[in-house]
Every structure is written in structure tokens, then in C-alpha cells.
């Protein structure tokens, strides 16, 4: 990415991206240009030639071995017995040494073909890494899944077999003819060459016909895979609300229009008018080579020959029957992963930025936000300021924008208006890596990979198992993951699904101390731990919060009440912010979060923030 | 790493080939009719394909003896009709048999779901849904690909016969050395069998675990981004694409060196052929016309040879896919009813009766666990995390079998029950909100379909109001996307709330329900909580215990077992754990506490 000049660089913009690895679709839009550019890319090229070459060359001997056993045939005709041995050793090493060939050849073509998978699903995965969260927001799961997986699949049957049967059966349609004009009277030609003329026609027809519903089963095939993706993470809710037999349904219509999709297809092989024409040639050419003969012009070995030369079109006739299905879906298939891959994101590495050691001092300058594809400001003109070291905390109600405003700072989203300093510096300006790996963030929908427990809190930074277990006793973990079975090496299952909420939470808040990050974000990131472990976990994080900048998102009081600066949001706007003892005399709707709760009343309440 | 194994699953079995193709066949049989025509074509089909070459054997014959111009005429004319029926013959059967296929796929892929939608949650723990969906949707198409090579392999097992007899009447001696290429091709194929299924499964799993790997990534990349560890990821995802690439490289080796090997026979049998049918030609023991047919024969029966033979590996790898399908489908869910009591409606006494319960094994969250709740009660479950009181729930909802004790629901024991008419009694509130990617107003009325505008806003109303709603771009219209990620946690939680309140159910479970929902807003629920709770069971699980002082009675447990119970009053005068926790979580929002907090 880095060598990529100043106009790429606009338009590709990406958050990640790994030194080496190719890009080709940056340059290749076309399905057909990028998958030449990853066939021809490297020692690819020599392995390409090879199969080229052998495939001709095999043709060959195969087309050679027809006219030999034609000749064969006539010098028996004349009684020739000193030859049989001459042509059996002839056809032996003829009949051989193309089935060699083709090992090695199709050695080296499963080589390119599943090289183009591997290399296409690389490419393809270190792109979506870097596309922005917006994007990913956008994106469904399922689809993107398939895409991975089967669209990128099919661009290895593009290769093996496809390509390399076309090769082969394009070879075998002009080789004989060649063969025929050099051995036998050249009107034979005649009628194979029209033969191949109206069979490329047909051939073209067929094509065209055929690709739509190609391109139709792939759709369908994503949409089975996102369907049963959803149902399956839903299925707790299917199942408490009953609704199997909808979701059943569901997928029920999706396969059928797969199904239908696919008789579809079935009903336009069946019209294949090629095999017709290759029966109707056979026929013809027969009657052409028994007039000559009448006529004395050939032998009756070379009418074998002959018919043996013709034999070969069999196998370009039935080949292309599903070869260009397949060539099809791949270009499908290709399309697909570069309409992803060429879709813009927002969000650049930005490997120009500055990487330096962050103080913590965080300015928001009039920043306004709405998420992209939308025309809702979530944020307006938001302001403030927090020094190293200092706590702001963060209070609204549901929805008021709070964990947006946090997803500013690491630069998830960009601001639409307005900017972000950090240390003075637009948070834009940082190279992204170094940005986002001294802010650490727990987030209030806490994600677990599937992984054993020490990995998931190791996520965030290699480190030893002690500084694990350091950390694990901090967030309160330390306890329940040595009771597990396997301790640190429990498995959690998908999302963590396998640990309760709380142990969930804790898990993260591990995660994010491992990091040593110095600014910590903390999005209500203890609402699902009892108030005992909190108040333990409470005290690691004001060991932790000194000397470092401290987002905190919560309801509990105790958390707000020390914060250097308490904002208080409503429908994305600031509507107060200062310290608790200024809000609670200054701030209706700051008290109005804590008087129905504890039945105080508001007199109380300011007179009790003056304490 | 989860991801790279290349293991089994835990459900996967072996079949016997016998008992696979059994119930291949039973898939077919519902397609009768079908299979018939599609034979009686093939058949039809097969005898035009070697009467062909006979015709041109008799042409080339009477070259030698008479040229009679008629006679070809004839000849020619006879091939030109059979050229155009046997096309005919072939549109009929290709769509025939695509019909047959497409159907059976859809049998099977419908079968695979449901029975995957019919286990309980303890499956759904342990398989990664990436594996579960590469299973259902992919492994049945590489099983149909096979299927349409078996109907030729059909029509080339006719082709062949029919040939071999043709060719025995000719000469025997030359049918005879032309057989040596049906066994030797069978010895290659068969050679190849056993690693063939082996390599395909282990392929098949690769990219199952490819499939795995990308879900995850796609679900966690905000993760992945604010810890600044793409690179990780992508090392990890190295690790998992070169195996499936390595894996199924040799697989393809494999499945490549069949054909030219097979060729090599066919070479060897052409030479044969050409020797001893020139030795009778010489001695005129033979016509040029009929060694032709043996010599035409090597190549027009390579075809359908190449694909009886190659079909051994392929059918083995059919075969591995339908071992995957068949044991997907034939594991059994755990949770099982052992009667169908249809309750219409409960009155809600739920008792659990010295329950024994583990999610895997050595690891009981209950043991001896007893508890009544009479009809109509409300009580709270509070406890350190990971307490068991999610579990609960979870056994109330029977997404998980327990091992020893009972549940018994007005009574009767909670295995009787029809599962999915008790289950619409139970409403649940999850503790991790769930919803589809779909608009809010059909994620509220996902239960009940034909709820009304006016419902909708009910449920709503009841939550604490709709204002925040009419805040978003599209209102109840608004597209929310997996999990409903486009929305707020709260207003996840106030979705799903709005949802259960809609379904109307005799026994209400809400775990955290309102755990990330603001004070005001959580106020507002709290009114609306009091009289949807009247009259119905409740059990509410909460850690903010000042939202569960009204029930009528507390339980406190600590690593499944109760330590405590009674209502709030008592248990606080008694001064015990639940006083001591009340206290606690109090103090957090006690100013007087928070003042001295700061010295400590
Ligand atoms: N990815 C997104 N795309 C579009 N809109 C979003 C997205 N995430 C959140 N929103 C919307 O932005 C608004 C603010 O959401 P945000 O998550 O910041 O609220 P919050 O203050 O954190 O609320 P809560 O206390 O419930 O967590 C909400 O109306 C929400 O629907
Ligand atoms: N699906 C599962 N598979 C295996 N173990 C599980 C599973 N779900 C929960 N557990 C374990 O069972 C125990 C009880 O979990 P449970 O979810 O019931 O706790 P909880 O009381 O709801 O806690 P919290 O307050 O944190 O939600 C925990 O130790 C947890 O790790
Ligand atoms: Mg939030
Ligand atoms: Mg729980």
C-alpha cells in the first residue's frame, strides 16, 4: 500500500494493511484483469507456461497417435507383418507418454488453482480487516462469509478444472484439423471446420443463457448461508419465543429458490444443440470419407484415421457443456469479492501519521456526528476538555450518545464536523496503529472470540502468563477461572457464550488492563457484576486510573462522583457538564438522575452536593 | 487455536457404506417416478450411443466387399434419424434428473436445518456456527454433485454392457484382451478409494474451519480495531488458510492422478489391440471394420469408463459429505419431552425439586436444588456472578436437559410438556439481548405477527415510551442489522423488553433486563414492571438491587445453592448477606459513603 502513489492513495483508503501482501484488485477492477493479475503474479508465470505448453503437447501426441494407428491399419491392409512391431512400439510410447504429461501438467495446474484460492482469500481477508467499522456496520455477516469461503472457492475451479479444460479442448479442436490438412486430402477439412463454426456459435448462445442463472444460484447460495447464520445465533430466541417453524420456513424458501434456480440450469444444459452437432459431423464426415474412397483418393486406414482425429472434438464438445458454467460462477464469484473490496471506507492507516508516546490530554472542538448512510446528527457541538490523568464522566439517557462519542476517539468513525485533539494533535493525524494501541475500550456489548480464556485477555498484547494472572486478579476474574476445569485454557464457545454476564465482563476488563493503555475508556463496563466484586474491582481501576485519562460511562454514582468533569448528555447535545457539585446545584437534569431513584428529594440533594 | 483443528465433531459418526446408500436411496424414493423415466431414458439413450459405431463398423466392412451406393444411403440415413432421437432422448432425461437432484438436495438441506433447529443450546455451545452452516449448505452440494455423476455413471454401466456384448459377437479373443481395461481400471479406482474419502474429509473440515475463523473476525472486528491487533488476526487467519490450502492441495493430487493414470492402461490395451488384431488381419481372420469398432472402442468407452472408475473416489467423497449430513441429522437433541401435555394456560407454580444440574461435566452449577414458587409470586434471584442465576432461567426455558432432580411447572414435571406450546407460556429477557437484523417493529412483533400498530406502541409505552424511537432516522422502520448493533444497548434492551411484554406469557423471567438502561428511563420501566407483574410469576435476576425491593420475595444464592431468603424487610433486619450486599451496592449511590470513599 505504502508504494501506491498519491491518487491511489485517496481513493484506497484502508485501516490496516499487511507490508508484501498484493492488492491487485486496487489496480484490476475487472473480474478477469484481477484474476490474471493474481494467475500471472510471481512464480505463477512460469508454472501457467508449463501447463500451457504441455497441454499443447499432449494434444499432440494424442492426435499423432490417431493417424499412426490409421497407418498402422493400412500397412496390415498390405499385408506388411515386418511393421507390427515398429508401430506397436510407436502407439505404445505415443499412448504413454501423454498421460505422463498430463500428471505433471495437472500437478502444477492444482498448484495455480489452489494458490488462487489461498492468494484471492489473503487478499481478500486483509481487505475487509481494513475497511472501516462504518463498512463493517453495513455489512451482513453471513454474506461476507460466503464470500470468503465459496466465492473465493469457486475462483480455484476456475483454474482447475475449467481454464486448463479449455486450454486442452481448444487445443484438441485445432490440432486435428492441422493434423488433417498435413496427412490427409485437404477437402476432409470441410466439414469438421464447419463443425467448429457452428459449434462456437452455439457455444455462444449457450453462454448466454447460461450465465444469468449461474450468477442466480450464487445469490441464492449466499442468501441460504446468511439466513441460517442468523438463525442459528438467534437460537436461543427462536426457541423461547417458538418460532422454528418460521425460521424453518425461512430457510425452506431460500433453498427452494436455489432448487428452482438450478432445475433452471439443468433445463438449459439439456438444450446443449453441441453434442447434436457433434453426432450430426460424425455422420457427415463418414459419408465425406466413403465418397473419397469411392473416388480412390483415400484408404481404408486412413478413413480410420481419419474418424479417430475426429474422436478428439468429443472431448472440447463435453467439456464446455459445464466448463463455462463454471467460468461463469468464478467471474461471479470475483465480482463479488471486488464490489467489496473496491467499496470505499472512511478510515486510512495513515502510515504518514505521527507514532509518538500520548500524554492523555483529550479537546473536543464543536464536534458533530452522524453515523455514515445517515442523516441523524447524534452528536452536536460538542466541546470539552480533559487533562492526563484527569476522569471525564459520561451520563444520558439511553440512546443520547454516549458510546458514540467514545468511538470517536480511537477513530472508529471519523467526526463529521469539528475536531478531536489529542495532545494537541487531530487524532486523524496519528498513524492509526499507534493512535488506538494507547487507548484501551471496553465495550458495553462485550465480544469474546471463541478462543481459550488466556488468549482472549491476551488479546490486546503478547504477554506472559503472569502478567495474565495479574491482570485476571485485578478485573476479579482470577478466582472463577481457576475453579473452571481447565483454567486458563477453558474454552468459552462463540462470543463466550459458555461464561455468565458478569464473568463476560470481567474477562474484557482483564483484557483491557493487560494493554497498559493510557487512555481508558470504561463503557458500563460493570453493569452485569454484583456490587461486591465491583467495589473490589473499583478499587483496581482507581489504582489504575492514576496517572492515566479515564472515560467512564455508568449509572452508579459512586463512579460519577470523584470524576474531574461529569458531562451530561441528551439527544446528542451537551446540556451540562461540570463537576458533581456544581451539576447537582446547577443541573435539573442532573439531579433527576439520582432523586427518584433514592427518594431524595432535591432540596436534599443540593445540600447534600455542598457538603 | 479453536479454529485449527481438523478433528472431528463431537457428533460425527461412522456409517456403514450400506446403511449411507440406504438412505441415499430413501431420499430418492420420493422422486419415484422421476427415477424411473430418467432410467428407461438412459437406457434408450445408451443403446443409440453403441448401435453408432456399429453402423459405421458395417459401413467400413462393405467398403471391402461391394460399394453399393444405396446400402450407404440407407446406413447414413439410419444414422442421421438416430443422431436427432438421441439428442431428443437426452433434453428429456438431463431435465428429468436435474429435477430429481435439485429436489433431493432441498430434502436434505431441509432436513440438516431442522433437525439443527431442533437442539438444545448445549449443541449450539459446543459447534461453532460457521462449522454448522458449512455443513448444511455446503456438504449437500458437494453430495448432489455427486448424485448427478452417479445418473451417468448409469448411463455409461449401459453404454458399456450393451458394447461388450456387441463386441464379444465379433471376436472373442480381442473382446477378451479389450476386458483387461475394465479390471485394471477398477484396481486403480479402488486403490484410491480409501485415501480419496479420507483426504475429502479432512478438505471439507479445512474449510469448515476457514469458514469458523472469517465469522469470527467479521463479528469481532470493533474489537480487533480498538486493540489495534488486525495483524494478529490475520497471522492466526494465515495459519488456517495455508492449512486448507496444504490439505486440500493433496486432496487435489490425489483426484488428478487418476485420469492420466487410467490413460496409461488404455494405451497399453490400444497396443494389445493393434498387435493381435494385425496378427488376424494378416491371417485375414479378422475385417478391418470390426478391429476398427475394438480400436473405436478404447476411445468411445473411455468416456464412460473414465467415469464409472473415477466415480469410486468421487462417490467416496459424495459419500463423506452425506456421513456429514446424516450424522448433523441424526444427533439427537438433549433436551427430549417424554409426554406432550398441551398447557393452556398456567397458573404458574414452578418448583424445582432436588435438581442437579452441570454444563459439562465435573462443573455443577446446582446440586440438590429445591425451591418453590407459588402461582402468581414474585421473586428475585440476586448473587455474585456466575451464582447460576442465568442458569435458572435457562432451565425454566429447557434449553438445557439437567441431570438428576425435577422441575415440575403447576405440578407436572417440566419434561412432560409439549416443548414449544409450553415454551410460549415462558417469557424470557436474556441477559445478552438478542435481535434480528430487521426493522424494530417486526423485531417487537417477531412473536406475534399479526400485532397491531397500536400493540406495538403499547409494549412500548409500557417500557418507558417511545420517544426514543421517534428519534431515529426511520422510526419503528428503522433497519437495526445483526443483533440489532445500530442500536444503543439500552435501546436494545427496551426492544427486547417491548417484544416479551407483547407476547403476553404466564411466567416472566428477566435477567438484567434494565441493566444498561439509565436510571430515569429504568424508573419508567419500573412503574409499568409492577402492573405487568400482577398476576403472573415472575423471577427477576438483577445486580441493581434497588429495583427488586417490591418483590414479594428475595432468594440469594451463592454457587448454586440458597443461602438466603425472604422480602426485603426481613432480609434486611436479619442482617445477613443480602443485608450486606444491599448495603454495598447502596453505598455506590450514597453520597455520604461516595464522600468518604475517597480516603479509603
Ligand atoms: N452503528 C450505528 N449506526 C447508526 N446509528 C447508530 C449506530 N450505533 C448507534 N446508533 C444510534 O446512535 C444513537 C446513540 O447511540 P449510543 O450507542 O451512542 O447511545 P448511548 O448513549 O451509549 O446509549 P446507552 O446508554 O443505551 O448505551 C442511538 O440513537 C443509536 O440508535
Ligand atoms: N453454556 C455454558 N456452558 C458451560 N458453562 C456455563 C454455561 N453458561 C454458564 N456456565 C457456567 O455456569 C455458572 C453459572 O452461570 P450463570 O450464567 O448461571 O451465572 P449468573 O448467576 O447468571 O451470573 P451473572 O450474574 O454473571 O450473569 C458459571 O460458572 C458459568 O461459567
Ligand atoms: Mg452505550
Ligand atoms: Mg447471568
New interface residues.
Partial sequence: MAKLDKNFKKDYLV??S?DGAHSFHIKNKKPSRWILAHILHGSNKIYISIVLVTTIIAAMLSSALMIV?GE??NS??L?N?TS?LF??IL??S???S???M??GN??L???L???L??DA??EF??N???KS?SF??Q????D??AR???DV?ML?YLV?PALSLIIESFTSLIIPLIFILMFYPSQLVLVPSIFIFTFLIALRSYIKKIGPVTEKMRAN?GE??II?????????????????AQ??HK??MK??A???A??E???I???YIP??LL??M??IS??HS?IL??HGSIT??Q??GY??LL?QF?FPI?ISFFVFSIIKLAGAGAKRLLEIMNKKTEIDENLEGKSKDITGNIKFENVSFC?PK???KILQNISFEIRSGETLAL?????SG???LTKLI?R?YDVTNGKILIDGLDVRNYA??SL??Q???I???V?L????IIDNIS??KKSSFEEVIKVAKLAQAHE?ISS??NGYQS?I???G???????R??IALA?AFL?DPRILILD?ST?????????EIQKAINNIQKNRTTIIIT?????I??ADLIIVLK?GKIIAQGTHEYLIENSPEYR???I???DLDEEK?KT??R? | ??FIGLEAEKYDRIYQDRDLFRRIIGYFKNYKKKIIAITLLLTISSLIHAI?PIL?TI??NS??IS?NIEN?III?LI??S???L??LI??????K???A???V??DI??DA??S???H??SF???N???K???R???DS?DF?RTMELLMEVISSCFVVVVFTIIMFFLNIFLSFIFMIIIPSFFIVAILFMKAARRRTILGQRA?AS??AF?????????????????????KE??QV??Q??KV??KR??LF??I??????I???V??LL??FG??D??KGTIS?GN??LF??GT??LT?PLFTIAAFWPQLQAGLASAERIFALIDTNPKVIQTDNIKPTKLKGKIEFKNLTFE?????KVFENFSLTINPGESIAI?????AG???LANLL???YEFQAGDILIDDISIRQFDL??Y??K???I???P?L??DTIENNIK??CKNAEKEDITNALNQTGGAE?IE???NGLETYI???G???????RQ?TVFS?VLL?NPSILILD?AT???????E?RIQEALEKIMKGRTSIIIA?R??TIRHVDRIIVLDHGKIVEEGNHQALISKGGIYA??YN??F?????????K??DL
Wanted: aromatic share 12%; charged share 20%; glycine share 6%.
Fill in positions: 485501516e490496516f499487511i494407428v498402422a491399419i496390415f491392409i499385408e507383418d507390427l508401430y506397436v502407439i505404445l505415443l499412448g504413454i501423454a498421460p505422463l498430463r500428471i495437472f500437478m495446474r492444482e498448484i488453482a489452489q494458490r484460492e489461498r482469500r489473503k481477508y486483509i475487509l480487516l481494513g467499522q463493517h456496520d455489512q451482513k455477516i453471513g461476507l462469509m470468503t469461503t465459496n472457492r480455484n482447475s447460495f441460504m448461508n441460517l447464520n442468523e438463525s442459528i445465533s438467534g437460537i436461543s430466541l427462536i426457541k423461547s419465543t417458538v418460532q422454528e425460521e424453518k430457510y425452506l433453498i427452494k436455489y432448487r428452482d438450478f432445475v440450469q439443468g433445463r444444459q439439456a438444450k453434442i447434436l453426432a450430426l460424425n455422420t463418414l459419408t466413403i474412397f469411392s481404408v486406414g478413413i480410420i474418424l479417430g474422436s468429443r463435453f453515523y445517515s442523516k441523524n451520563v444520558g439517557t439511553t440512546g454516549k458510546t458514540t480511537t472508529l492509526l496503529k488506538r494501541s487507548v484501551s475500550y465495550e458495553q456489548d465480544f472470540f471463541s478462543n481459550h488479546f490486546g472463577f473452571l476445569p474454552e464457545g462463540e462470543r457464550i459458555q461464561l455468565s454476564g458478569g464473568e465482563q470481567r483484557r494493554v458500563d453493569s452485569a457484576i454484583d456490587s461486591k466484586t465491583e467495589d449509572h452508579r454514582l459512586s463512579q462522583r470523584w439527544r433527576k438522575i439520582f427518584k431513584k433514592f440533594l447534600r452536593g457538603i | 487455536m479453536a453408432l459405421i459401413a467400413i467398403l471391402e460399394t450407404f447414413i444414422m442421421l438416430f443422431n436427432f438421441g439428442f437426452n433434453y428429456f432425461q438431463q431435465i434428473t436435474s429435477e437432484i435439485g429436489n438436495i432441498l438441506r431441509k436445518n431442522n439443527v433447529l431442533n438444545d443450546l449450539f455451545d459446543q461453532p456456527s460457521g454448522i452452516v458449512s448444511i449448505n455446503t452440494q448432489g474449510i476457514v469458514n472469517v465469522k469470527e473476525t467479521y463479528s469481532g472486528i470493533q474489537i480487533a480495531k480498538t486493540f489495534s491487533q488486525e495483524e494478529k488476526l490475520f487467519f494465515e488458510n495455508n486448507s490450502y486440500n492441495l487435489a493430487f488428478n492422478i485420469f492420466p493414470s487410467l490413460g496409461i488404455q494405451a497399453f490400444l497396443v493393434i498387435y494385425g496378427i488381419i494378416l478391418i478391429l476398427n480400436i473405436q476411445w468411445l468416456f454444563y459439562e461435566e465435573d462443573k440476586v448473587g455474585h456472578t456466575g442465576k442465568s442458569s426455558a429447557r434449553f414449544s406450546k415454551r410460549k415462558i417469557g424470557i436474556p441477559q445478552t438478542f434480528w437484523a417477531y412473536c426514543w428519534d431515529l432516522p442489522r445483526e443483533r448493533s445500530l442500536l444503543s444497548m439500552g435501546q427496551l417484544r407476547e438484567e441493566a444498561s438502561i439509565d436510571p430515569f428511563t424508573t445486580h438491587l434497588w450486606n450486599l454495598t451496592y453505598r455506590h449511590q450514597s453520597l455520604d459513603y461516595i464522600e470513599v475517597r
